[in-house]
């Protein structure tokens, strides 16, 4: 039984503007930590703020369990504040004339919960979250880290089935932000609340979601695990998105650049099914070099080029290739043993490749070809 | 799987979790069915009808008045049809060509143009020569007491302008006028004409009392400065000198001819000193031009007057708009490095210090010290102990004409201080209100026309100089109309017109609240299970009660001091203190007039001290508004 489901769901804001959300059909289940994930205007807040009725639609549809809460052509509107939902605001939106506890015991009072049992419960939430000593000070008296708690805090305490969440992170420094991850996934282990979270930080959305759904300009361009999406990004878009350093992209068509003739030639001796392919990506782990012990694997794509940077990120390298003016970065955890300026051999293995046809698309017939193994 | 959506660049694969049932099933919207679901959406809260009702009544208030006035100069008037030929109502040209084209345009319109132009100008040079120096010294020196004369010299703007114009005259007053002479009069020495009233007084006087607007324009955009900006210049070789020249004087230009644009504005619409001061000489400007028309019922020559005065008005604040939109331009420049780094003065340092209190003594001591010794004395500029008196404060059975007792004594006064207190008091609790109120429908409503049409509409009444708005209600209220009855001798016309015509502070103050406020608290409040009301009374408004405090103070402070809105609209039965202050000029009671506007000049500056406690801003740059 899923939680959310919005079906046919568009947001427009009016005018000749496009649609911030176009034909938008997403199911949520039940005590899942769905991730929307995209670059900024990719309609993901929208979308949220849709679910929590903040926006109104331009069509379609949306269902919290059984109940219609949004639709447009039945005319239905359920007010945010009936829909019994939780939002963290990116900004944390702590009220600054409440103290701490008045901002946790808002929604208690407001559903005039007895005066023990509601003390009771703010405590329990206090606790939980490390912010029980704060209760009598104001919200400007509080760092970023101990705010973003109260922001939670205070939709936790009212035991939303659904917690929605708009960047909660964002406004936080590293170390806070590792921190309050682990702190999320243990709330939601703990309180097994369906999550929606909404992030543009593909680390964030990897580490904490069950699930993502991955948005560019008001369309759903991927739905799965943060390993399918990892593994098998369903178009270019997903692939580029996801993955730092980027994925190498090999245009192949215009056969212009020495790398692009090579995959050509590849890929035509091997698989003439994808002669239609458009493009390939190779993630940059992906890419090794060939050396005097090993040599190119069997049955991979391998060419020249030369060594043009080597970036050390702390136990881990960025090396940058080129050839023939085409550039390809590839990671390796091993201290690299060539020099600016060195000519290597570098290689991938077939089913390291992800093919693309000329529209973008992920061309599942590559997968069935190279990578028989993971569907079987 | 994904055969359903290969065909085009944008289409997506959807993996197992997206749902297709529901797809199928779902039509688009229809255009009534999309309707049906907005007019939902929109009547579930009452902002959209909050607003409608908002623009409705600024219409009334505001849009309404003004046309009415506008149409009035385009018709016969009763009492005309004889002189015109044609019946009241009609419309002719006869007004707007007495105004501009006639043999007694000259004295209607041309020649009091010509004088406020010529004041204003005067005023101006003066104001940036003054307050230009004063600011830089406030700013950017290392001058004695910077921190205080900073509150100091501000506060000859929050004293009513003609406090100025009566200490003038209670020192410079010559044989020309009746009543009690001038100081310089009575100890022997007879001021000339040019020196006691009209034009040089005018100025002066003018200049002195908007002089803070510069310092505080000017300073403020001297402080807000970005210092690496200099830095820059004097790394690359340039001197101090061409520092000045080339970088800060061009980026401080805005903010300077900014200052000039507002002065020029207040000047058009000031009308107390020229009042006090220009009448003996027939010395004439736009706005004293406007009130002697409308007091001899001249209604249609007024209205063109006053159309006139409303068009210049326009005119300038748009030239300001659009220098406020280059400043804006300068302003992203720089952020982190404001400039805190000060010139040393040297040897001129304790000069620099003594100009700025010599201009402290002039624009507040003076004038502020004259006019208590004027009201505790009996002969004007003898300095003997006998010479000194009470009774003007306290006395009884003095032997006047009327006003036989003290001025505190005098029901009158209270009368008056009565109706100053529950007029502004009523008009600026409302206005603030208002305001709050204006400025949460225009950030929050989904109908963007309606939050636009408000915006404009309450901020229409900044162009136009008060004492053509009071016009302009005089024209629309003075007679029944429909089922309002004539309102002229109410003081209910005086809270409408008070009220309008601060809606442009107070909705300014509202709107920019509650765009700073965002939606996020309000919306976490919904979102936590809050209603519209609910929100309202445990949210927004304790939230934006310091803006409200000063959204309420500030218009209560400039209608404690204002005079043209009044001096057209109010009837004796209907004196606030700033009307009785002036029929008490008109009489030549000079002591009791004088111990009135001290009176005014007390509420506005310990009303402004007030605010700044409670809100613990200074006010006296919102005053600059």
Known sequence: ?376 | MSGQSQSSVQTVVKPATVTHGTVATLKSPTRSQRLRYRTKVALREPTTIIGVLAAALFAYLIVVPIISMLSDAMRVQFGDERRIKQDVGELTWYYIDRVFLSRISHDLFWEPLVNTLSVAAGAITLSMLVGGTLAWLLSRTDMFGRRWFATALIVPYMLPAWTFALAWTTLFKNRTVGGQPGWLESIGFSPPDWLSYGQLPVTIILALHYSPFVILLFGNALRRFDSQLEDSARILGAGRLTVARKIIMPLMRPSLMSAMVLIFAKCLGEFGVPYVLGLPVNFDVLATSLYQNISSRQVGVGAVLAGAIMLIGIITITIDARLMREARRFVTIGSKGSMNRLSPLGILRLPATGFAALMFLLSVGLPIGTLFLSTVMRVPGQFNLDNFTLDYWIGTNLNTVALQTGILLSPDLWNAAWNSLRIVGVASITSGILGLLVGYVVARTPVKPLGTFLRQVTFLPYLVPGIAFAAAYLSLFAVPRGPIPALYGTTLILMLALIADQMPYASRAGIAAMTQLGKDPEEAAQIAGAGWFRRMISIVIPIQKGSLTTGILLPFISGIKGLSLFVVLAVPSTDVLTTYSLRLVDYHYTQAANAVVLIIAGLAYFGALLGQKLTKTNLAQGLGN
Not at chain 1, 74 to 101: C, N
Not at chain 1, 201 to 221: F, H, P, R
Request: charged share 25%; proline share 5%; net charge negative.
């Open chain 1, 1 to 376: 039984m899923p939680k959310i489901n919005l079906s046919g769901v568009e947001k427009n804001y009016g005018g000749n503007s496009a649609n911030a959300v176009a034909d938008l059909d997403l199911e949520i289940g039940d005590g899942e930590f769905m991730c929307l994930l995209g670059p900024s205007g990719c309609g993901k807040t929208t979308t949220l703020r849709m679910i929590a009725g903040l926006e109104h639609l331009t069509a379609g549809e949306i269902r919290v369990g059984q109940r219609v809460v949004d639709s447009v052509v039945d005319g239905v509107f359920v007010p945010p504040e009936k829909r019994e939902m939780g939002l963290v605001f990116q900004s944390y939106a702590l009220w600054p004339h409440l103290t701490i506890e008045r901002n946790t015991d808002f929604g208690l009072r407001l559903r005039k919960m007895p005066k023990a049992e509601r003390e009771q419960r703010v405590d329990q939430v206090m606790k939980t979250l490390g912010i029980e000593k704060y209760r009598d000070r104001y919200p400007s008296q509080l760092s970023g880290g101990q705010q973003q708690r109260v922001a939670l805090a205070r939709m936790l305490a009212v035991n939303p089935e659904v917690l929605l969440l708009d960047e909660p992170l964002s406004n936080l420094d590293a170390a806070l932000r590792l921190e309050m991850r682990a702190e999320l996934k243990r709330l939601h282990r703990e309180f097994k609340t369906t999550i929606v979270f909404v992030t543009h930080d593909q680390w964030e959305a990897m580490t904490l979601a069950t699930t993502i759904a991955v948005m560019s300009e008001g369309e759903l361009q991927q739905v799965g695990t943060p390993n399918d999406i990892y593994e098998r990004p369903a178009n270019r878009f997903v692939a580029q998105f996801v993955g730092n350093p980027p994925i190498n992209i090999v245009e192949l068509g215009d056969g212009k650049s020495e790398v692009s003739q090579l995959a050509n030639a590849y890929l035509g001796a091997r698989f003439a099914e994808l002669r239609d392919a458009g493009s390939i990506g190779i993630r940059p782990e992906a890419i090794r070099l060939a050396d005097a012990e090993r040599g190119v694997a069997d049955g991979a794509v391998a060419g020249q080029a030369e060594v043009t940077g080597i970036l050390p990120t702390g136990g881990s390298w960025i090396i940058e290739l080129t050839a023939g003016g085409e550039k390809l970065f590839m990671t390796t955890h091993q201290s690299p043993e060539v020099e600016v300026g060195e000519a290597v051999t570098w290689w991938a293995k077939s089913k390291a490749l992800h093919v693309f046809d000329k529209a973008g698309q992920r061309m599942e017939v590559a997968d069935r070809l190279m990578r028989p193994a993971k569907l079987h």
